[in-house]
């Protein structure tokens, strides 16, 4: 018996009229209240909001560690597995007869500077020096922190929070959200991902509340990355400057400095946004990209060259061998106290594997709904190359050639503890500095600002589009100005309470509350696509053997 046709229109209300015109006002009003109770908590309790979110964080901590871990190796399988398997793999992500909007070369600079372009800047240099320091294995007594055995580690590690894992948290909502909208003609917005689960309930509370909480969920996620963005711009401008207010004496950027920096990216990010995908977003994503090519050619040249080139290679036959591993242990606290070897290793993974994971699904609504968005036309197949397989290539090159040129510095270039004694935030630039004479330092410097610039304006003024879009009940046009400027207003005011509530600790661990109930809409999501294309396929074979009766008939 035959599947009943899929649903292909979900009514979601909008405004006819006033300022909400084209807009649902549940979703709308409601994630504006959500943030702005979060905003006032943090500016006018500071020190109370502070206290509480570092409590819950320890509890999420304690308790969701393995449901993050799970999750997103099910992203991932998930993934590859549509991808490979011949009748989906093939499948297109659009109608008959839709092309890509956008060249490789810019829908692969769009979804890289959307998707990661901040983070993996603040973060080639800092991590591999991190994990050549500290790692699961170095806790455990089998490398020795800061030694030579434990660099290919330190990069197996770092491999693994910028890899394959990061990028199926994109793609798989992505994938998803193309699907639906593009090739069964559904809003793109969250709630039409879970249409084969809950139907047309979607259109009422239910869709209301997913939407919500993705538009929650991205405002989190993007202050994370803004937030390191701008301690990073900071740390750059008083690398040219050596303006002493940027700066404290610890080494960090002082929450003015930070301030200051989000006030000059979010008035860039609104007025890209203000241009639309097609204009400010792309030229921008161009931008970066030959920016980054640059760099990496500048370390390509002049760094560790064939240290790097074995960190990559080998690095990446170290991930790939012990991915299925990494993916899925649980380090399980004993409560025997917190020197005890097993408690240390999972308070690593819960500090760096867990943290990310929800960071990567914080960011999910966001960067999936901008991968729908600029990747119709394109085949199962091709949208995972292009969303999982190439990034991650992509991050690797950079934490080779830049994290593998620090490495090597501080262990045969004589650069002791000025790389890895500078905050994660100046680290970059502290390599810089090592390397070439104070006046070259600052011309590069130069380009490495300018570069985070235009790698935080693009994340910015993606996820502007993005929230309003799911506002608007998935309406793509360029609509709102208005609203747009709200939005980018709200996301800068977001990230400036929460700076001043706690600083960077404070986003994070907003950030992981906002996550966790978003994994769940994901696990949904996972769940509707792969029912959704069964039942396709079960269409098909019964299509396809009445026609072969019919033809048997005549």
């Given at each position: 018996?035959?599947?009943?046709?899929?649903?292909?229109?979900?009514?979601?209300?909008?405004?006819?009229?006033?300022?909400?015109?084209?807009?649902?006002?549940?979703?709308?009003?409601?994630?504006?209240?959500?943030?702005?109770?979060?905003?006032?908590?943090?500016?006018?309790?500071?020190?109370?909001?502070?206290?509480?979110?570092?409590?819950?964080?320890?509890?999420?901590?304690?308790?969701?560690?393995?449901?993050?871990?799970?999750?997103?190796?099910?992203?991932?399988?998930?993934?590859?597995?549509?991808?490979?398997?011949?009748?989906?793999?093939?499948?297109?992500?659009?109608?008959?007869?839709?092309?890509?909007?956008?060249?490789?070369?810019?829908?692969?600079?769009?979804?890289?500077?959307?998707?990661?372009?901040?983070?993996?800047?603040?973060?080639?240099?800092?991590?591999?020096?991190?994990?050549?320091g500290t790692n699961p294995e170095t806790i455990q007594g089998l490398t020795t922190g800061g030694a030579a055995d434990n660099v290919r580690d330190a990069f197996k590690w770092s491999f693994?929070?910028?890899?394959?894992?990061?990028?199926?948290?994109?793609?798989?909502?992505?994938?998803?959200?193309?699907?639906?909208?593009?090739?069964?003609?559904?809003?793109?917005?969250?709630?039409?991902?879970?249409?084969?689960?809950?139907?047309?309930?979607?259109?009422?509370?239910?869709?209301?509340?997913?939407?919500?909480?993705?538009?929650?969920?991205?405002?989190?996620?993007?202050?994370?990355?803004?937030?390191?963005?701008?301690?990073?711009?900071?740390?750059?401008?008083?690398?040219?400057?050596?303006?002493?207010?940027?700066?404290?004496?610890?080494?960090?950027?002082?929450?003015?400095?930070?301030?200051?920096?989000?006030?000059?990216?979010?008035?860039?990010?609104?007025?890209?946004?203000?241009?639309?995908?097609?204009?400010?977003?792309?030229?921008?994503?161009?931008?970066?990209?030959?920016?980054?090519?640059?760099?990496?050619?500048?370390?390509?040249?002049?760094?560790?060259?064939?240290?790097?080139?074995?960190?990559?290679?080998?690095?990446?036959?170290?991930?790939?061998?012990?991915?299925?591993?990494?993916?899925?242990?649980?380090?399980?606290?004993?409560?025997?106290?917190?020197?005890?070897?097993?408690?240390?290793?999972?308070?690593?993974?819960?500090?760096?594997?867990?943290?990310?994971?929800?960071?990567?699904?914080?960011?999910?609504?966001?960067?999936?709904?901008?991968?729908?968005?600029?990747?119709?036309?394109?085949?199962?197949?091709?949208?995972?190359?292009?969303?999982?397989?190439?990034?991650?290539?992509?991050?690797?090159?950079?934490?080779?050639?830049?994290?593998?040129?620090?490495?090597?510095?501080?262990?045969?270039?004589?650069?002791?503890?000025?790389?890895?004694?500078?905050?994660?935030?100046?680290?970059?630039?502290?390599?810089?500095?090592?390397?070439?004479?104070?006046?070259?330092?600052?011309?590069?410097?130069?380009?490495?600002?300018?570069?985070?610039?235009?790698?935080?304006?693009?994340?910015?003024?993606?996820?502007?589009?993005?929230?309003?879009?799911?506002?608007?009940?998935?309406?793509?046009?360029?609509?709102?100005?208005?609203?747009?400027?709200?939005?980018?207003?709200?996301?800068?005011?977001?990230?400036?309470?929460?700076?001043?509530?706690?600083?960077?600790?404070?986003?994070?661990?907003?950030?992981?509350?906002?996550?966790?109930?978003?994994?769940?809409?994901?696990?949904?999501?996972?769940?509707?696509?792969?029912?959704?294309?069964?039942?396709d396929g079960k269409r098909e074979a019964h299509a396809e053997a009445a026609a072969a009766r019919s033809k048997t008939a005549a």
């Amino acid at each position: 018996m035959p599947f009943k046709p899929p649903l292909r229109k979900l009514d979601i209300d909008t405004a006819d009229t006033g300022f909400y015109e084209g807009y649902n006002t549940y979703v709308t009003l409601g994630a504006k209240v959500i943030i702005v109770l979060l905003i006032i908590w943090a500016a006018v309790w500071s020190e109370n909001a502070g206290s509480t979110l570092g409590a819950i964080r320890s509890t999420i901590d304690a308790y969701t560690g393995p449901w993050y871990m799970y999750v997103v190796a099910l992203f991932i399988v998930t993934c590859f597995g549509l991808a490979l398997y011949p009748r989906t793999g093939k499948l297109m992500l659009g109608k008959p007869g839709d092309t890509p909007e956008f060249d490789s070369f810019s829908w692969f600079s769009m979804m890289f500077g959307a998707g990661i372009g901040i983070g993996m800047l603040t973060y080639a240099t800092a991590e591999p020096i991190y994990h050549f320091g500290t790692n699961p294995e170095t806790i455990q007594g089998l490398t020795t922190g800061g030694a030579a055995d434990n660099v290919r580690d330190a990069f197996k590690w770092s491999f693994l929070h910028w890899g394959l894992s990061a990028w199926a948290c994109y793609a798989i909502v992505g994938l998803a959200l193309a699907f639906f909208s593009y090739a069964r003609g559904l809003p793109l917005t969250i709630r039409s991902g879970l249409t084969p689960l809950f139907g047309k309930t979607l259109e009422g509370p239910l869709g209301h509340v997913i939407d919500i909480v993705s538009v929650v969920a991205t405002i989190l996620g993007v202050a994370v990355t803004i937030g390191y963005g701008v301690s990073q711009f900071a740390s750059g401008v008083f690398n040219i400057t050596g303006a002493q207010w940027l700066m404290t004496e610890d080494g960090a950027p002082t929450v003015a400095a930070m301030l200051a920096a989000l006030v000059i990216v979010m008035l860039c990010s609104v007025l890209s946004a203000l241009s639309g995908v097609g204009k400010g977003i792309k030229w921008l994503s161009n931008l970066n990209m030959g920016l980054s090519f640059f760099i990496l050619a500048f370390f390509l040249v002049f760094g560790s060259t064939l240290f790097a080139f074995k960190a990559l290679f080998v690095g990446i036959w170290d991930y790939i061998t012990a991915l299925p591993y990494m993916s899925v242990h649980i380090f399980s606290p004993d409560g025997t106290g917190a020197d005890n070897v097993t408690n240390q290793l999972a308070g690593w993974q819960g500090g760096w594997t867990v943290f990310y994971w929800a960071w990567w699904i914080a960011f999910a609504p966001f960067v999936g709904l901008f991968l729908a968005r600029i990747s119709r036309g394109r085949s199962v197949r091709e949208y995972v190359l292009g969303a999982m397989i190439v990034p991650s290539v992509m991050c690797f090159v950079w934490f080779a050639f830049a994290g593998g040129t620090a490495i090597d510095l501080t262990l045969n270039g004589g650069a002791g503890d000025q790389i890895t004694g500078a905050g994660i935030s100046s680290q970059l630039f502290a390599m810089i500095n090592f390397m070439l004479s104070p006046l070259l330092a600052k011309l590069m410097s130069i380009v490495i600002v300018v570069l985070l610039l235009t790698y935080l304006v693009t994340s910015a003024d993606s996820a502007i589009l993005i929230i309003n879009t799911i506002a608007a009940a998935g309406d793509e046009s360029e609509k709102g100005r208005i609203h747009i400027i709200v939005w980018g207003c709200i996301l800068g005011i977001v990230i400036g309470a929460l700076l001043m509530a706690g600083g960077l600790d404070a986003i994070n661990t907003a950030m992981i509350i906002g996550a966790l109930p978003f994994s769940v809409v994901m696990v949904l999501m996972c769940i509707a696509l792969i029912k959704a294309l069964y039942r396709d396929g079960k269409r098909e074979a019964h299509a396809e053997a009445a026609a072969a009766r019919s033809k048997t008939a005549a």
